[in-house]
């Protein structure tokens, strides 16, 4: 099992930037597939970006973050991270890092293992 706890949420303006962190222990980060998704009020938690076991994969986002987030992470370090650029009033949620076993998965019920959140709100 891995113990996955986020950091880094806040409020900021249209137009900022965030950096999350989701730091790990247990089972080494690298058996896993990792991921960032987001919930709204309301609104059905959401993939927002996703790689593979190996720390220099290929990464995989959701069309509504596509060239403004960078997902990284550094096994090693067992740290993973969302950089998130030019942020959105739809950027607004709570942001979950997850680990799962499933390579390209976008579902939510195909990771396994869950952090407690950290809010991002962003203000005009």
């Known amino acids: 099992q891995v113990q996955l706890v986020e950091r880094g949420g806040g409020l900021v303006q249209t137009g900022g930037s965030l950096r999350l962190s989701c730091a790990a222990s247990?089972?080494?980060?690298?058996?896993?597939?990792v991921g960032w998704f987001r919930q709204s009020p309301g609104k059905e938690r959401e993939f927002v970006a996703g790689?593979?076991?190996?720390?220099?994969?290929?990464?995989d986002y959701a069309d509504s973050v596509k060239g403004r987030f960078t997902i990284s992470k550094d096994s090693a370090k067992r740290t993973l991270w969302l950089q998130m650029n030019s942020l959105k009033l739809e950027d607004t949620a709570v942001y979950y890092c997850?680990?799962?076993?499933?390579?390209?998965?976008?579902?939510?019920?195909?990771?396994?293992?869950w952090g407690q959140g950290t809010q991002v709100t962003v203000s005009s």
């Open positions: 790689m593979g076991r190996s720390d220099d994969g290929v990464a």
């Open positions: 247990g089972a080494p980060f690298n058996w896993y597939v």
């Open positions: 997850a680990a799962g076993r499933y390579d390209g998965s976008r579902l939510s019920t195909q990771f396994d293992f």
